[in-house]
């Protein structure tokens, strides 16, 4: 398996265009995460799905935000409109069998990141 | 509100030695805890954990130690190695539900040969 896949890997775009990040879950995985990380607040969750449906988006920072699920193998990430504040790295992680909390084997498998620079 | 909290931004340590890496939560309510390693420009990677009902979970040169009346947990790596080099992610998650792991803000641990 290839891993969680996310595209694309930089961006560099101006405040207040569309920003959309990509990401692709390991195949037979339910769960899908998105995180961002910065300096001062580390990784903090923006939404996950389970079963492509949206379980918890309270992390979503504002409007500007949305994520989107349309399949088991897809997800995406936008950001409309951009702001510099938004600089950061986006991570997507996958995983199975969330609901068996006590099992150590739900552990995250995150993607390389996608590392977005606004202007 | 910074539910897991890791104070220390950086460590460094010469190979050999030991690495100590820690972790205070807020949240009564977790049980279940991890480490995540990352090193640059890849996504972190799963390294331990350990269940609220243990204090010690060992693995190779990791060990886990959980103070649950002290809300604290530490990592330690013996011996530290070069490749140990990365930022280190303390995480936290209670048990029921679906999962959601809280993170720290990370500890990047520099090893020295």
């Known amino acids: 398996d290839a891993g969680v896949i996310q595209s694309p890997r930089h961006e560099v775009t101006e405040m207040g265009q569309e920003v959309t990040l990509r990401c692709k879950p390991i195949?037979?995985?339910?769960?899908l995460f998105w995180y961002r990380q910065t300096m001062m607040r580390g990784l903090e969750l923006l939404i996950y799905?389970?079963?492509?449906?949206?379980?918890?988006d309270s992390g979503m920072p504002e409007d500007r935000f949305s994520a989107k699920m349309p399949n088991a193998s897809f997800s995406t990430l936008k950001i409309q409109p951009s702001e510099p504040r938004d600089s950061a790295v986006y991570f997507c992680?996958?995983?199975?069998?969330?609901?068996?909390?006590?099992?150590?084997?739900?552990?995250?498998?995150f993607g390389a990141g996608s590392r977005l620079t606004v202007l | 509100d910074q539910q897991v909290k890791q104070n220390s931004p950086s460590l460094s340590v010469q190979e050999g030695r030991i690495s100590i890496l820690n972790c205070d939560y807020t949240?009564?309510?977790?049980?279940?805890f991890l480490w995540y390693k990352k090193y640059p420009a890849e996504g972190p990677t799963f390294l331990i954990s350990?269940?609220?009902?243990?204090d010690k979970n060992e693995d190779g040169r990791f060990t886990v130690f959980l103070n649950k009346s002290a809300k604290h947990l530490s990592l330690h790596i013996v011996p530290s190695q070069p490749g140990d080099s990365a930022v280190y992610f303390c995480?936290?998650?209670?048990?029921?539900?679906?999962?959601?792991?809280?993170f720290g803000t990370g500890t990047r641990l520099l090893v020295s040969p």
């Open positions: 995480a936290a998650r209670r048990g029921t539900g679906f999962q959601k792991l809280v």
């Open positions: 799905f389970n079963n492509n449906v949206p379980i918890d």
């Open positions: 195949s037979g995985h339910n769960s």
């Open positions: 350990i269940s609220s009902i243990k």
């Open positions: 992680a996958s995983s199975l069998k969330v609901g068996q909390a006590s099992s150590g084997a739900n552990v995250l498998t």
């Open positions: 949240n009564s309510m977790f049980d279940y």
